[in-house]
């Protein structure tokens, strides 16, 4: 999300924290996935069955957009670890916060599913609520619609989960539009749900496939370590590939402003400053930030917006094994 929230640990890492102010980020987070739970796998639980899956799936998408316009604003939005994860690799949030973050969401998916589950429960007409939830869990093989392999469900979660971090990252870059974030995620997220279904209830998330496994028979527990691994491996590669980007992009505003205002790197250039066309040293590392903020209206990450001290990005860093 691109809406400002009142504490910077979990969305910039390098920042002191304030003191409890992860518990409200976390509360948005768990909240947020139990919508998504619930909306995500009530309309299919609840719908004609040989009715087409399209409902189901915007529902879903919907209620992500709904979500993170109600909860971005606290804590960014994600609702998935998949999505907290390329959060994570691409330097905008603490692996601490992220860890938590994750907790949250299954916690709160896991609620989601319980209510749910309590409500089939009291359906006479439905005698085994666990068979019922067989029609919403992930699965492959003979479990899967079109009966899609291992190989098809792997690589369509890693591929859905990539597109779905690469998204959110990107619509909520800085200077982007704030409304535009969750709308782009929501029907990105409905459209790649709508060829999951079909390949065997995909959910490109972690949190969710968890839920719906738990209460499912025995297989779908059995399975679940493919939606587990392939969305996260998707998310991560989601955002190292932002991390590599953010890096390249660092030295980016310090040679157009060489190149606007006619000066030269000179000696201090390793220090920040930038000795202009009158002789005169003038500091970029501020100067180069100046009004650019982060997916939560936050002043953009050290690993996407400055050096270090001595001239190597923290996204480089990272990448040479000096910086987990």
Do not use: C
Request: proline fraction near 7%; hydrophobic fraction near 50%.
């Amino acid at each position: 999300m691109s809406t400002p929230v009142p504490a910077r640990d979990a969305l910039q890492p390098g920042t002191a924290s304030a003191p409890g102010s992860l518990l409200p980020r976390l509360v948005a987070e768990a909240f947020g996935s139990l919508f998504l739970a619930v909306a995500g796998l009530g309309v299919p639980l609840f719908s004609i069955p040989q009715s087409s899956p399209v409902p189901a799936a915007l529902a879903a998408g919907l209620a992500i957009t709904a979500a993170m316009l109600a909860f971005g604003h606290i804590s960014g939005g994600h609702f998935n670890p998949a999505v907290t994860l390329g959060h994570l690799l691409a330097g905008r949030i603490r692996a601490g916060a992220a860890a938590a973050y994750a907790a949250a969401q299954v916690a709160g998916a896991l609620v989601g599913a319980l209510a749910l589950f309590g409500i089939l429960r009291t359906l006479p007409s439905i005698p085994d609520s666990r068979t019922a939830f067989d029609t919403v869990a992930a699965g492959f093989g003979e479990h899967s619609i079109i009966q899609a392999p291992l190989a098809a469900a792997v690589l369509l979660e890693l591929l859905g989960a990539a597109i779905i971090v690469a998204v959110f990252l990107g619509a909520g870059r800085p200077g982007g539009s704030r409304a535009a974030a969750p709308v782009a995620v929501g029907l990105s997220f409905a459209a790649l749900l709508q060829v999951g279904q079909s390949v065997g209830n995909l959910p490109y998330n972690p949190a969710r496939a968890v839920a719906s496994a738990v209460f499912s028979s025995g297989w779908a527990v059995e399975q679940l370590w493919v939606f587990l691994v392939a969305p996260l491996a998707g998310g991560a590669i989601a955002g190292l590939v932002f991390r590599i980007a953010a890096g390249a992009e660092s030295a980016a505003p310090v040679e157009d402003r060489q190149a606007s205002d006619g000066g030269t790197a000179g000696p201090d250039a390793a220090d920040g400053n930038v000795v202009d066309g009158n002789g005169g040293a003038k500091d970029t590392a501020g100067d180069a930030d100046e009004g650019l903020e982060n997916e939560d209206g936050v002043a953009p990450a050290p690993a996407a917006r400055q050096e270090t001290a001595g001239g190597v990005s923290e996204a480089q860093e990272f990448f040479d094994g000096k910086r987990s």
